[in-house]
């Protein structure tokens, strides 16, 4: 399906056919998104993780964490959160503005997990232990542990979008309606 950035609609399906597309394609823009978190000094923190899940019904989105990483404490300390997608192709920026809830990872994805993508959710050395050269960790390896695996849900409070093609800039913002139902979207200046 073609995109048509020159409505609003068009641009919003263009924006969740995007994330969708990222559960099943690694090579999908939005496979790997940047989170960014107020940190626990009064600044800002941005990091990639991985976009696994995007319900557009609920307006939600969902990563996977370790409970023992810096952004699951920043996130429980302030939920508001924003991610980020960057599609060069489409020269399309996609910001996605949201309130964050870190709940249990699905039992059923950890058991289904290979053994080298457990090692991200190490219990002991948690993330962020300081070591004195990175090969240490050689003699130290990781002990994956289901305890601190986390599902970190994005609920969306709003979307906005950049789209850069040759003849305009075309930007809007979407806000659910309400009681969540339809979204809004209205074009802003650039
Ligand atoms: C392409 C890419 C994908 C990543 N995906 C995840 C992810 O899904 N979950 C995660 O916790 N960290 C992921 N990381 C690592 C984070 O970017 C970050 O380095 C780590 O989680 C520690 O961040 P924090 O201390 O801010 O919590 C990814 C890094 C890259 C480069």
């Given at each position: ?109 950890w058991q ?34 289901a ?44």
């Amino acid at each position: 399906m073609s995109d048509d950035f020159t409505t609003l609609d068009g641009t919003q399906a263009a924006v969740w056919r995007r994330l969708e597309a990222a559960m099943s394609d690694p090579a999908a823009p939005a496979r790997n998104i940047a989170l960014a978190t107020a940190d626990l000094q009064g600044g800002a923190a941005v990091r990639m993780v991985v976009l696994r899940a995007a319900d557009r019904a609920g307006g939600r989105l969902a990563i996977y964490t370790n409970a023992l990483s810096g952004k699951v404490a920043e996130l429980e300390a302030d939920p508001a959160c924003e991610c980020l997608v960057w599609d060069a192709e489409a020269r399309f920026q996609i910001r996605l503005r949201g309130a964050a809830e870190v709940l249990a990872g699905p039992g059923a994805v950890w058991q289904a997990m290979a053994e080298h993508e457990r090692m991200l959710y190490a219990e002991s050395p948690g993330p962020g232990t300081e070591m004195e050269d990175a090969e240490d960790l050689a003699d130290f390896p990781p002990t994956p542990s289901a305890e601190v695996f986390r599902l970190v849900q994005v609920t969306l409070a709003g979307i906005e979008t950049l789209q850069l093609a040759r003849d305009l800039h075309r930007r809007a913002s979407f806000v659910p309606g309400p009681e969540g139902a339809t979204w809004q979207g209205v074009w802003i200046t650039p």
